[in-house]
C-alpha cells in the first residue's frame, strides 16, 4: 500500500477506532465506494477475549481473530488503514481537519490502558504507519468517532491474560460461562449489586467485594437484599488479585486477616468512561456521563459527524452492538455525502 502523503489529504471518511464498531463502519463506506480511512490505536480486541453470542458462530470468536478478519474485509473494499492517534479534531467549513500522530513504539500510547497492539506479519502488510518526523494533517468530508471507553479492569500482574477467560465485566456477555462457578464480584456501586444478584441466575455459589478503601456506596436496604440472597459482601478493597496461567484464583482482601476469597471467575464493575477528546474538540453533545449523544441513526448534533460503539449514549458492550451501530454510522455518513441532508432522513427509503 502507498505510504499516506505528508500533505493534506482529503477522504469522504475518516473513522477513528479500530474496533468492532470502526471497522464494521469502514466496511460498509468502501461498500459503498466512499474514499475511507480508519487510524486505530489500540482496543480490548488485543486481550483473550472469546465472544461467544455472535449469532452463527456456536463454537465462539475470539477477539483478536474478529480484529484480524476485520482489517482485512475492511482493506478488500478499499479502506486505507493507519495505526497512530488523532490527536486534534477541528471543523474548516464543511470539511474536517484531523492531526494524526505516531505512535510510540511497542503500540498502545501510555496514557491509554491495555495492552499494545500487536504488530504481527498480517498488521505490517495491511496497515500503513504515519511517517517518520511526523504529524501528518487529513481532512474529511465525514467523520466517525469509535473511540471506545477506558478499560475496565484494575491493574495487576497476569490481568491481561485473564481478560475473557476468568476476568470478566458483562453478565449478558459471559454469564453463561460462570454456570456453577464460584464468582466474585468487584464494585462499590448499584451496578456492581445489581450484577452480582442477577448472577444467581447462572450459579449460588457468588460473592462480593467493595474493592474500595471507604467499602459499599449503596443504601443499607441494598446489603441487606445481598445477605437475604445468600451472598456475602465485603466492605474493603482487594489487595491482590491471585491468578495463574490465565485462570483466576482468589481475592484476597486488603483487611487485617488478608482473608482469601477462592474463585473461578471475576466480574469487575465500575463506571467506564469514554474517550471523547475528540467529541469535545468538535463540540459535540455529551450526556452527564460523558458518552457522545447520537441518535438511532448514530448522528451527533453537528453533521458529518457520526459516532457508534461504546463511546456513544447508546453504549452496549455487545459485539453484535458495535457491529450494527457502525454500520448505521457508515449509512448515515453516506447519505450526508449524497446531500440529502444531516442525516439523510429526507434521502431514498433505506432498506
Not at 492531526?99 to 503500540?107: A, M, S
Request: glycine share 12%.
Amino acid at each position: 500500500m502507498r505510504p499516506p502523503e505528508l500533505a493534506p489529504r482529503e477522504f469522504d471518511c475518516v473513522v477513528v477506532g479500530g474496533g468492532a464498531a470502526g471497522l464494521s463502519a469502514a466496511v460498509n463506506m468502501g461498500r459503498m465506494r466512499r474514499s475511507v480511512l480508519l487510524v486505530d490505536e489500540r482496543d480490548r480486541f488485543v486481550w483473550q477475549h472469546t465472544t461467544n453470542n455472535y449469532l452463527g458462530f456456536p463454537d465462539g470468536l475470539e477477539g483478536a481473530e474478529i480484529r484480524r478478519l476485520g482489517w482485512r474485509h475492511a482493506a478488500r473494499y478499499g479502506a486505507q488503514l493507519l495505526l497512530g492517534h488523532v490527536a486534534t479534531a477541528t471543523r474548516e467549513g464543511d470539511r474536517f481537519r484531523l492531526r494524526i500522530e505516531r505512535l510510540p513504539e511497542g503500540g498502545a500510547l501510555a496514557n491509554k490502558p491495555g495492552p499494545s497492539v500487536p504488530r504481527d506479519a498480517e498488521m505490517a502488510r495491511l496497515f500503513d504507519e504515519v511517517p517518520e518526523g511526523g504529524p501528518m494533517d487529513v481532512l474529511a468530508r465525514t467523520v466517525i468517532l469509535a473511540t471506545g471507553v477506558f478499560g475496565h479492569f484494575p491493574e495487576f500482574p497476569g490481568r491481561n491474560e485473564c481478560v475473557g477467560r476468568s476476568l470478566f465485566w458483562c453478565i449478558h456477555c459471559e454469564g453463561y460461562e460462570s454456570i456453577d462457578r464460584s464468582v466474585g464480584v468487584v464494585g462499590h456501586e448499584e451496578d456492581a449489586v445489581e450484577t452480582a444478584l442477577d448472577l444467581l441466575v447462572f450459579t449460588p455459589r457468588v460473592t462480593i467485594v467493595a474493592g474500595h478503601p471507604e467499602g459499599f456506596d449503596v443504601p443499607a436496604s441494598r446489603l441487606a437484599d445481598l445477605t437475604a440472597a445468600g451472598i456475602a459482601a465485603h466492605p474493603d478493597g482487594v489487595a491482590e488479585y491471585e491468578n495463574r496461567d490465565g485462570q483466576m484464583l482468589a481475592l484476597v482482601l486488603d483487611d487485617p486477616e488478608r482473608t482469601r476469597i477462592p474463585v473461578e471467575h471475576v466480574y469487575t464493575i465500575r463506571r467506564t468512561r469514554a474517550i471523547n477528546e475528540l467529541a469535545r474538540q468538535l463540540d459535540l453533545e455529551l450526556n452527564p456521563l460523558g458518552q457522545i449523544v447520537v441518535t438511532s441513526e448514530q448522528l451527533t448534533n453537528i453533521p458529518g459527524v457520526y459516532a457508534a460503539g461504546d463511546a456513544t449514549s447508546l453504549y452496549d458492550h455487545q459485539l453484535s452492538a458495535a457491529v450494527h451501530e457502525g454500520n448505521q454510522a457508515a449509512a448515515g455518513a453516506n447519505y450526508h455525502l449524497y446531500g440529502y441532508g444531516a442525516g439523510g432522513a429526507s434521502g431514498p427509503q433505506r432498506t
